[in-house]
């Protein structure tokens, strides 16, 4: 007979070493000099950022180029960039940049301006949803797809907006662990999790819907994941909001509350990470007997009460 598992108590481990707060680094100034240039002059200082509160002895360096009160270009790179095989490290590379930059600003410093501009960041391009579903099932119509289903209807009747994404139809490049996201706050790839990274900051309320896959997620779904550490490097250097609340809704094919031990160590943190507060989860194993989760009394009300408890927090 199918049956739902109980939530079990957040353990204290998940809820300790998660802390997304902005960060303020300790700066210290490497080199400042005033650069004559042939139509200006310029002030180009390299600065040495310590962020191994986030990441053990990550550092940062920020190279800019000021005229007057204007920033012209930035270059940023940290040591976490470089993986042990290479034969570059970020402090040099930072050095190196500004001797060069510090002979082209007096020649010809428009490559530089080109080619490192201090650009404002990317804005979100659709309006805000009030609760945004990642539904990680491949199958649009399983049983990830119903529960998803049932939790936009509670948005819907509550009066707030929702939004649904599938990963598996969206065009998301794998987390390469190049880490340059902790310079930018952006991801090197400009792809669809940008557009993901938007709904969910923007979200009040984020539903996590997956199937149990080989006692994980589906890969489509850890792309996703993977993929936030952008999120995490935009509010850890810039800051963002927080009161969003996270909710994990999962399914698994055989028997028993251990097949989600993994969904729950990997989801629970996930949302840590990223200043979201877990509200709840409801799993429902023993899936593959039953086909169709629609056949479980009560389940449509459990999940539509714990949806609407949670965005009326
Ligand atoms: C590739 C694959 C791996 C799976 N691995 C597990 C597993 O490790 N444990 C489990 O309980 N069910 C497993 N299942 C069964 C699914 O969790 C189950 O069929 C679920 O209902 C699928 O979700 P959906 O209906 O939303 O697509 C697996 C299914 C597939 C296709």
Sequence with gaps: MP?????????????????????????????????????????????REDFSALYPRMVRFVLTVREGDRIRAV???????????????????????????????????SAIFRNYPAGPALRPQEPAADLVIIQGSPRPDGNCGILTGWAAEAAGDAGRTSRVIYPHDLDIHPCIGCYQCYNTGTCVFDDDMRSIIDAVRGARLLIVCSPVYTNTVPAGLKLVID?????????TLSGGRSGQAGILFSVAGRKGGDNFTCIIKVIIPFFLNLGIEPAGQMLIDSVDAVRDIRLLPGRKEEVKGLVAAALSR
């Design 3 to 47: 049956c739902g598992v109980p939530l079990p108590p957040l353990r204290k481990e998940f809820l300790s070493g998660h802390a997304s707060m902005h960060m303020e680094p300790a700066r210290e100034i490497l080199k400042s000099v005033r650069v004559r240039g042939r139509e200006a002059e310029y002030l180009l200082t390299l600065e």
């Design 227 to 235: 993929r936030m550490q952008a999120y995490h490097a935009e509010r």
């Design 75 to 109: 270059f940023r790179t940290n040591t976490f960039e470089y993986s042990p095989l290479s034969p570059l490290a970020a402090g040099t590379a930072a050095q190196e940049k500004a001797a060069e930059w510090e002979q082209d600003l007096t020649a010809d410093p």
